[in-house]
């Protein structure tokens, strides 16, 4: 069974960074999409990015892109995503999840972890 652990949130005003990582054990991130996905309280799941053949491809949401960049190491079977400018909006729970298909549909994804808070203060 597929396990992954998210870490990095926090709480950090409107324009600072974070990274989150995500590290993976029972699989290889190379062989899998890994995509993050984040949650505000009373919105549903959305998509954030993903990548796939170990960097190879990736994938953003529009609202993030050219601010996030997701990356992995496959000799720590981890998967990072590093969050630049960041603005009260991208306030949620960030989950990390690994499967195959649909890269930006949730219900594509088999295992997910438990999610880190992240908090932008404006």
């Known amino acids: 069974q597929v396990h992954l652990v998210e870490s990095g949130g926090g709480l950090v005003q409107a324009g600072d960074s974070l990274r989150l990582s995500c590290a993976a054990s029972?699989?290889?991130?190379?062989?899998?999409?890994m995509g993050w996905f984040r949650q505000a309280p009373g919105k549903e799941r959305e998509f954030v990015a993903a990548i796939r053949g170990g960097g190879s491809y990736t994938y953003y949401a529009d609202s993030v892109q050219g601010r996030f960049t997701i990356s992995g190491d496959n000799s720590k079977n981890t998967v990072y995503l590093q969050m630049n400018s960041l603005k009260p909006d991208d306030t949620a729970v960030y989950y990390c999840a690994s499967g195959g298909g649909n890269y930006d549909d949730p219900q594509a994804y088999s295992a997910w972890g438990q999610g880190t808070q992240v908090t932008v203060s404006s």
């Open positions: 029972r699989c290889t991130i190379g062989y899998y999409f």
